[in-house]
């Protein structure tokens, strides 16, 4: 995989490793360490999966800088509009939510050195900043990203290695709930933290001449990283601290606090990873945003920048205290479009005949002589069992959801 692909991999972790991985412990630990790892490996497959039949839309539909289009050939012009519907609810309750836990991050870190701003100036300042990044374009967010997730993986190192040797299996092994229902529920916050998928259709456009074998692997490794992340944090905070413990913590502070006691460190490193995990997060999700602008209305950088940071920011502003409210809210949507949007794409694109959908990019490919092979010849494995499976997963989440 070259420094490109490997970028892109990167965008798809940092995407999906947000802050909300540090609650994870607080959801699993009462479960044990066997129900807490099959239900994170049933997760991780069924999104997987489905962001591979969104990776096959994008490759046969003949790509795009966002769903727009891919909806738009795939599905028509009512695939099209609820796609955009689901797809703007979705990019801008993560937005706002970002924008409300980077602004609360931003406004103490620069309190610490002595400046002061209000809520509302750490978060215009922040969006401002950050969204101008993102507007310099994908491979800078690809550059940056790097350096980004370099340090985040530097930081969980840290984390690891001092909890690791005070790690008790007896904690491990103790299970103190055994309700399958409660555990089901942890679904829909497990399910969130592997939302990755909307950077797919940037990142497909991004690597135009990967062949659909890298791009296949960029995904797949790309989850594998969030993936192992999970697992390695929910086993070291379980280690460390009592179910009964973990019961008790009303918040991801109070986690941070309590494994603190005995590791000076963690909660300054951990601090710093929550800071990026956030800003990878932004980036990631405001990169797609950026795109299905640019995809759909075909504006200049300038006023692109303003209408995608816009509306998030004012929602922001507006509900500065909801951050796990918005972050509920963006769940339910990303059902539908990380499960039942690309399975539909898929559906329709198997069926279509493929030089009627891709016609120009085959030739492209031909003409080129790259070593790729046409679009028409990439499909997800699994056949229609597979695709069944992926149907019966997202209507799992969603009676997960609605529980």
Same mark, same amino acid.
């Given at each position: 995989?070259?420094?490109?692909?490997?970028?892109?991999?990167?965008?798809?972790?940092?995407? &999906?490793?947000?802050?909300?991985?540090?609650?994870?412990?607080?959801?699993?630990?009462?479960?044990?360490?066997?129900?807490?790892?099959?239900?994170?490996?049933?997760?991780?497959?069924? !999104?997987?999966?489905?962001?591979?039949? +969104?990776?096959? &839309?994008?490759?046969?539909?003949?790509?795009?800088?966002?769903?727009?289009?891919?909806?738009?050939?795939?599905?028509?012009?009512?695939?099209?509009?609820?796609?955009?519907?689901?797809?703007?609810?979705? *990019?801008?309750?993560?937005?706002?939510?970002?924008?409300?836990?980077?602004?609360?991050?931003?406004?103490?870190?620069?309190?610490?050195?002595?400046?002061?701003?209000?809520?509302?100036?750490?978060?215009?300042?922040?969006?401002?900043?950050?969204?101008?990044?993102?507007?310099?374009?994908?491979?800078?967010? /690809?550059?940056?990203?790097?350096?980004?997730?370099?340090?985040?993986?530097?930081?969980?190192?840290?984390?690891?290695?001092? *909890?690791?040797?005070?790690?008790?299996?007896?904690?491990?092994? %103790?299970?103190?709930?055994? /309700?399958?229902?409660?555990?089901?529920?942890?679904?829909?916050?497990?399910?969130?933290?592997?939302?990755?998928?909307?950077?797919?259709?940037?990142?497909?456009?991004?690597?135009?001449?990967?062949?659909?074998?890298? +791009?296949?692997?960029?995904?797949?490794?790309?989850?594998?990283?969030?993936?192992?992340?999970?697992?390695?944090?929910?086993?070291?905070?379980?280690?460390?601290?009592?179910?009964?413990?973990?019961?008790?913590?009303?918040?991801?502070?109070?986690?941070?606090?309590?494994?603190?006691?005995?590791?000076?460190?963690?909660? &300054?490193?951990?601090?710093?990873?929550?800071?990026?995990?956030?800003?990878?997060?932004?980036?990631?999700?405001?990169?797609?945003?950026?795109?299905?602008?640019? /995809?759909?209305?075909?504006?200049?950088?300038?006023?692109?920048? %303003?209408?995608?940071?816009?509306?998030?920011?004012?929602?922001?502003?507006?509900?500065?205290?909801?951050?796990?409210?918005?972050?509920?809210?963006?769940?339910?949507?990303?059902?539908?479009?990380?499960?039942?949007?690309?399975?539909?794409?898929?559906?329709?694109?198997?069926?279509?005949?493929?030089?009627?959908?891709? !016609?120009?990019?085959?030739?492209?490919?031909?003409?080129?002589?790259?070593?790729?092979?046409?679009?028409?010849?990439?499909?997800?494995?699994?056949?229609?069992?597979?695709?069944?499976?992926?149907?019966?997963?997202?209507?799992?989440?969603?009676?997960?959801?609605?529980?």
């Amino acid at each position: 995989m070259n420094l490109k692909l490997l970028g892109s991999s990167l965008i798809i972790a940092g995407t &999906a490793l947000g802050a909300g991985m540090l609650a994870i412990p607080m959801v699993l630990a009462q479960f044990g360490w066997l129900w807490g790892t099959l239900m994170m490996l049933f997760i991780w497959m069924g !999104t997987t999966y489905a962001a591979l039949l +969104l990776l096959e &839309a994008s490759i046969k539909s003949g790509g795009g800088m966002g769903m727009n289009s891919i909806a738009r050939k795939t599905l028509g012009k009512g695939g099209q509009f609820v796609t955009n519907g689901l797809l703007y609810a979705l *990019l801008v309750c993560l937005l706002m939510a970002y924008i409300i836990g980077a602004g609360d991050l931003v406004r103490k870190v620069l309190s610490g050195i002595g400046l002061e701003l209000s809520m509302v100036q750490s978060q215009i300042a922040f969006t401002l900043l950050a969204g101008a990044v993102v507007a310099a374009g994908t491979a800078v967010i /690809d550059k940056l990203n790097r350096v980004l997730f370099a340090v985040m993986v530097i930081m969980l190192a840290v984390t690891l290695m001092s *909890l690791v040797p005070t790690l008790s299996l007896e904690n491990l092994l %103790v299970a103190s709930s055994s /309700d399958k229902v409660a555990l089901v529920k942890t679904s829909s916050v497990l399910f969130t933290s592997f939302g990755f998928m909307v950077v797919i259709p940037s990142l497909v456009s991004y690597n135009q001449e990967a062949t659909h074998r890298q +791009l296949r692997n960029m995904v797949i490794f790309g989850s594998l990283i969030p993936l192992f992340s999970y697992l390695l944090w929910l086993y070291a905070a379980m280690g460390n601290l009592t179910p009964a413990q973990m019961g008790t913590f009303a918040n991801v502070s109070e986690l941070i606090a309590a494994l603190g006691t005995n590791h000076g460190t963690i909660s &300054a490193v951990l601090s710093v990873f929550t800071g990026l995990a956030l800003l990878t997060s932004f980036l990631g999700v405001a990169m797609a945003l950026f795109d299905q602008n640019v /995809d759909t209305f075909q504006k200049n950088r300038a006023v692109t920048y %303003v209408m995608t940071f816009i509306f998030p920011l004012m929602g922001a502003l507006w509900a500065a205290d909801q951050f796990l409210a918005v972050l509920g809210y963006a769940g339910i949507i990303l059902v539908f479009l990380a499960v039942f949007v690309p399975m539909a794409m898929t559906l329709k694109v198997r069926r279509a005949p493929a030089l009627s959908i891709n !016609t120009s990019a085959s030739q492209a490919v031909a003409a080129e002589g790259t070593q790729a092979v046409v679009a028409e010849d990439y499909q997800a494995a699994g056949g229609h069992l597979a695709m069944a499976m992926s149907f019966a997963f997202g209507c799992f989440l969603l009676a997960a959801e609605l529980i």
